[in-house]
């Protein structure tokens, strides 16, 4: 009697097995990519698809995920998750790796130590602690300058494809329900009320400024290193377009995903 197949889902790692031998019978040359990220590329699957659920959906490629909600530039880059980035740069010819890193790094708990205790009327700007600050995304540009590196050595043509997230809006009921985490975030808002800062027009330029940090050290790095691409997704949601404090709804996520898949197009038309 024929044994009956297994009705558990694939592994990411199945997946992307049955990806590359699909891809190896008809060699359709699918570009072979790698993921590694955040909640932007790894949103909780019962509230709504992320970028990397989107992407993978409406192009056509050999792809290994292996990004996590909440995770941080630094977890990425460092132990066991490093080490696992480097096997499989090692053991597969990747033409591209997606990565989303950096807003964790400056969110949440992080984000206290980086704000300065004010009076509501002083200018949104005081509440920046600029030593702080420094040290935190000159942190954040070490671990891309690290991951650039792990790249130059093991698959030097293998193109580095990132974004920059965009302004978020800070709010008390920005948080959001999961099955297994129960009710998270918001991540900015508490900080910045805590702080001192609870006008909402300074809490929005203070959060725009934030993440304009992340973009310009994202750049800065792009404008030095040719197989490091940046898709500037700062600016590209409308207001309603935010599904809590700092994550798109599904709509948003369309829009991200739609702008990285243009460039990953631009690099690999085979991916269309």
């Not at 031998?21 to 909780?44: I, Y």
């Not at 995770?71 to 096997?87: C, F, H, N, P, Y």
């Not at 942190?139 to 590196?149: G, T």
């Amino acid at each position: 009697m024929p044994q009956k197949k297994s009705s558990k889902p694939k592994t990411r790692y199945q997946k992307f097995m049955a990806q590359l031998r699909r891809n190896q019978r008809d060699g359709k040359g699918r570009p072979l990519v790698l993921s590694e990220g955040d909640s932007w590329f790894a949103f909780p699957k019962e509230l709504r698809p992320s970028t990397i659920d989107v992407v993978d959906k409406e192009l056509d490629l050999v792809l290994m995920r292996l990004e996590a909600n909440g995770d941080e530039v630094s977890a990425m880059l460092t132990g066991k998750q490093r080490q696992r980035l480097k096997w499989y740069l090692k053991r597969w010819p990747f033409d591209i790796l997606l990565f989303s890193g950096g807003g964790n790094d400056v969110v949440g708990d992080k984000l206290y130590p980086l704000i300065n205790t004010v009076s509501n009327s002083a200018p949104w700007e005081e509440a920046i602690n600029k030593e702080a600050m420094d040290a935190a995304f000159t942190l954040i540009e070490f671990h891309y300058r690290e991951l650039i590196d792990i790249r130059n050595t093991l698959r030097p043509n293998c193109q580095i494809i990132t974004h920059c997230y965009d302004y978020p809006i800070p709010r008390e009921d920005g948080s959001i329900q999961c099955l297994n985490q129960g009710l998270i975030g918001p991540w900015i808002w508490p900080a910045l009320n805590e702080k001192g800062l609870t006008d909402p027009q300074k809490q929005r330029k203070f959060a725009k400024w934030l993440l304009q940090q992340h973009r310009k050290v994202l750049k800065k790095i792009e404008a030095q290193h040719p197989n490091f691409h940046l898709v500037d997704t700062a600016g590209t949601l409308a207001d309603d377009e935010w599904g809590d404090e700092i994550h798109p709804t599904k709509n948003g996520f369309k829009k991200v995903a739609g702008l990285i898949g243009e460039e990953v197009i631009k690099h690999f038309p085979t991916a269309k």
